[in-house]
């Protein structure tokens, strides 16, 4: 079994849903207490042992990388005023770290994970969704590390999943499930946004990803699936049958920040689990009753 080193995170999308704090700003730079969206999934993904950060960016998406390169001078000014530069310990990444790609039309979340595929070569990689923040439960690693435990396990091909309201399955990618192994369910089919009348079951897919590479053989013959996009989904169907295929439960809380309602709710759930800025909010929510 090849060992996971790379990652994809697409990073393309207009973020129409956060206008007009998006107009001019990548929606990956959104803030969750006092780091970008972006940053929490690099974290991850370095703690899972990921080495190559791959970027599928698009017009406008240039601080994303500006994020993780050195800032000289801020810095020189930090270091001026005897200010410590821990604070930037997580945007500073090994020299050659991180790749990126551009995506140049919005064909779907298919197409952008193809654009990576010279990056990725014959090697199977990791896909995070940074709009899925996602926190391990107390003690846990996160949730990337958590499958990275299972591919050790099975191989092939692991997304993450959980229940999902039936009312909400247009939202999801929707598993066929088979035989349970603990938090490991085979997949036997996937149906990108069913309606909840044809969805196959509740467990939907989160935005983490294991794949194998064959998927960008898929890929290479791309089929226009739900909302007339290239869907990933439709891509990894294929793929069952002919290598392993499993859905992992992870011990992680998601906080689905692709909506204004789940953003807000994720600042305050991360605020709250913070020392230095619980008190505050908790004594200042008290004051909202
Ligand atoms: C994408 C995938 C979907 C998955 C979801 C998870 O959809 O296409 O299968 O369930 O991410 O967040 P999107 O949210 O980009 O519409």
């Given amino acids: 079994m090849k060992m996971l080193r790379k990652a ?4 393309a999308g207009l973020g129409t849903r956060f206008l007009p704090a998006t107009k001019a700003m990548p929606k990956e730079m959104l803030t969750i207490v006092d780091r970008p969206l972006i940053q929490y999934a690099v974290e991850e993904a370095l703690e899972a042992g990921i080495e190559q950060l791959i970027f599928v960016t698009g017009r406008n998406k240039t601080a994303l990388e500006d994020h993780f390169d050195i800032a000289y001078e801020l810095e020189a000014v930090m270091k001026g005023r005897g200010k410590s530069l821990d604070i930037l310990a997580g945007t500073r990444l090994p020299a050659g770290a991180i790749a990126s790609v551009r995506q140049q039309e919005p064909l779907g979340l298919g197409h952008a994970i193809w654009c990576a595929r010279e990056i990725v070569g014959d090697e199977p990689f ?21 499958m990275v435990e299972a ?11 959980e229940q999902v309201p039936p009312e909400k399955s247009a939202s999801y990618g929707i598993i066929t499930p088979g035989a349970r192994d603990g938090p490991l369910t085979e997949v036997r089919g996937l149906v990108e946004k069913p309606k909840p009348e044809e969805a196959p079951s509740n467990l939907g897919i989160v935005g983490r990803y294991i794949l194998q590479p064959e998927v960008m053989r898929v890929l290479d013959n791309p089929v226009r699936g739900a909302g007339g996009e290239i869907q990933l989904t439709d891509a990894m169907a294929q793929l069952i049958g002919r290598q392993p295929f499993h859905g992992l439960t992870v011990e ?4 689905d920040c ?8 994720a600042n305050l759930a991360l605020a709250l689990k913070r020392e230095d800025v619980a008190p505050a909010i908790r004594a200042f929510i008290a004051t909202l009753q």
């Fill in 126 to 146: 990791a896909v995070l969704l940074p709009d899925d923040l996602m926190v391990g439960r107390s003690g846990r690693p996160g949730c990337l590390a958590q």
């Fill in 151 to 161: 591919y050790e396990r099975v191989g092939g091909n692991i997304v993450c999943v």
């Fill in 252 to 255: 992680a809380e998601r906080h």
């Fill in 258 to 265: 692709g909506d204004k309602i789940g953003f807000v709710k």
């Fill in 8 to 11: 994809v995170f697409p990073v």
